[in-house]
């Protein structure tokens, strides 16, 4: 009777089972060939735009950053779960079968499984605390400033291409550890392993021990904190407006070595203390730390303020205010920080001031694939210029765009194999798409090239960690560093960017440069020069405004528009341009 009920049981699992199993194999293949898509449709975008190495670069670092994050993550989550569930024995839970109870003791592979559970949850929501892929680009980078600061002896590279990858590092380190140990106290301090009684917390052996460990990390990452608080010593003192000063260097820097070499020693101690069961040693080291931390950082330096003259403060500060004077000279351009108004286009946050009124912003986004705010997706079937998107194809790229951008009307046989689809159509989001370590200037200025429209946006290289610099609201942020980089032009007919880069660039942007030759565009500078604020309209023959200057002007617009158009392969509007300037030179031969 037991075999055929549980033959029947078998048979009735089995079928539920298989469907299961249909359906999640079926969500894997949705989300597989989602993501596939999407990557391919990445970087075909990229491609063309002539930015294939950008996009190397990106992918490789986002699959360096969420790769090794995440496997560090559940790797210390899943060990600490683990030694949770070990610590605390045989797990039993209460069942009933009729009107008998009796406790049934959950599998170890349950528990581990709960725990390998728990920390993709962790690694997860700690996701978006991941360092930028720009950030780790930048670190990597061959940067220099071939200058070093003077206290250091780091060259100013370190400060505005490794460290704000460091800080990023240590914030999603922390939140780590942190969430684990929260976590893992929690767990604890619902079995009987961690429990508070009248005589004050008993905790068993594992359990201390399993805590020592995270206590002592937790003082290891406070030792790391010390350090990079040193160097933001230097980004940001304790001197007025931020400057760095004299307490800085002869006490809090002196103060904070010694933090770290403490803590280091600390953790060491509550490790072993606490693995032996010396509870009372691990509580005096860390109110040891506790106590250094708030005397070095917080109670020495008012005290030594107060306790020195006016008159030596003066004279201490004035070295440290010359570092200061000579370190901002060379981090802002002197249009920048001169006496006169900020330019408007860096002067706030980001905000498009395109044309007067809504009936020329309309009249400017006319025949127009990209402008400020632009949305959706394009599908130009006929390009008749060098179109800044993706050739629809046939096949399996078809069907991967169709995917990727949710259009089933891709698969139509009334769009063309030749067509192209332009979907990233915001000026501002284009263009961050390409060069996304400068900051945007704050005026996206519509420009003519003869009847051409560009979107003409000025672009700078800008650090918040520069050391030694007065701080400055610039770009809508406050920065230590700032210096105009490039300009770039967004062809409003064929989507195409040009960045023309400065004459003599900052070291960043010049070994961006290097890096991502799509960063500069050597017939960008000569197309800037030549834009106007109107387009270019044809002249009567017998005008009696006809001058020498507007002629020559005429002819040179006409000779950049026969230039473009044979760098676009378009010999339809060369012929029109070179008709054109034959009726404007024949009069005045």
Request: glycine share 6%; aromatic share 10%; charged share 20%.
């Amino acid at each position: 009777m037991d075999g055929f009920a549980r033959r029947a049981f078998r048979s009735e699992v089995t079928p539920r089972r298989r469907v299961l199993v249909g359906v999640v194999v079926a969500a894997l293949l949705l989300v597989g060939g989602r993501g596939l898509s999407a990557l391919y449709a990445d970087y075909t975008w990229y491609a063309a735009l002539g930015a294939s190495p950008l996009w190397d670069e990106r992918a490789g670092d986002l699959l360096l950053i969420y790769g090794i994050g995440w496997v560090v993550a559940i790797l210390i989550g899943f060990l600490n779960f683990s030694a949770f569930g070990r610590s605390i024995g045989a797990l039993t839970l209460p069942r009933r079968v009729a009107n008998v109870e009796f406790g049934e003791v959950v599998p170890r592979k349950y528990l581990d499984r709960f725990a390998f559970v728990v920390s993709i949850v962790i690694a997860a929501a700690l996701t978006p605390a991941l360092p930028q892929w720009t950030s780790l680009a930048l670190a990597r980078l061959p940067v220099t400033f071939r200058e070093t600061d003077p206290f250091f002896q780091h060259d100013l590279a370190f400060y505005t291409t490794w460290l704000p990858f460091e800080k990023a590092l240590y914030l999603w380190t922390m939140l780590l550890i942190v969430a684990v140990a929260v976590l893992v106290v929690v767990l604890y301090s619902l079995t009987p392993g961690l429990r508070w009684e009248r005589a004050g917390l008993r905790m068993s052996a594992r359990v201390r021990r399993h805590l020592s460990v995270l206590a002592a990390l937790l003082l290891l990452i406070t030792m790391w904190s010390y350090r990079l608080e040193s160097y933001d010593l230097l980004i940001r003192g304790s001197g007025e407006d931020g400057a760095f000063s004299y307490v800085d260097h002869q006490w809090l820097l002196p103060g904070l070595v010694m933090l770290s070499i403490v803590t280091a020693a600390a953790a060491i101690t509550v490790l072993l203390s606490g693995w032996m069961g010396q509870l009372r040693t691990s509580f005096i080291a860390v109110t040891v730390v506790i106590i250094l931390s708030i005397t070095v950082q917080e109670i020495i330096p008012v005290v030594v303020r107060r306790i020195t003259p006016a008159a030596q403060q003066i004279a201490r500060e004035s070295s440290y205010a010359g570092t200061r004077a000579d370190f901002t000279r060379r981090a802002y351009e002197p249009s920048i920080l001169g006496e006169a108004a900020l330019p408007k286009s860096i002067a706030a946050a980001p905000i498009d001031s395109a044309s007067g009124n809504a009936a020329s912003q309309q009249l400017l986004r006319q025949d127009s694939l990209v402008y400020p705010g632009a949305r959706g997706l394009v599908i130009v079937t006929n390009p008749q210029l060098d179109v800044a998107g993706q050739h629809l194809g046939e096949g399996l790229s078809r069907l991967g765009y169709a995917w990727a951008y949710q259009s089933m009307d891709l698969l139509s046989d009334s769009v063309p194999r030749r067509a192209r689809l332009v979907t990233v159509r915001d000026v501002r989001t284009r263009v961050r798409e390409l060069v996304p370590i400068l900051t945007q200037g704050s005026t996206l200025e519509p420009m003519f090239n003869a009847d051409t429209l560009y979107w003409k946006l000025e672009l700078y290289s800008a650090s918040s960690d520069y050391p030694l610099s007065r701080h400055t609201m610039l770009a809508g942020e406050e920065r230590s560093y700032f210096h105009h980089a490039a300009t770039a032009l967004v062809n409003a007919r064929t989507a195409r960017v040009m960045i023309a880069a400065v004459p003599e660039p900052d070291p960043i942007y010049e070994a961006w440069m290097t890096a991502f030759p799509n960063s500069a565009d050597y017939r960008a500078p000569g197309v800037a020069r030549e834009l106007t604020r109107t387009p270019w309209q044809p002249l009567a023959p017998d005008s009696a405004t006809t001058t020498d200057s507007t002629f020559r002007s005429a002819v040179a617009r006409l000779y950049n528009k026969m230039r473009a158009a044979l760098a676009a392969a378009d010999l339809k509007a060369f012929g029109a341009a070179y008709d054109s300037l034959g009726v404007l030179i024949g009069p005045h031969k």
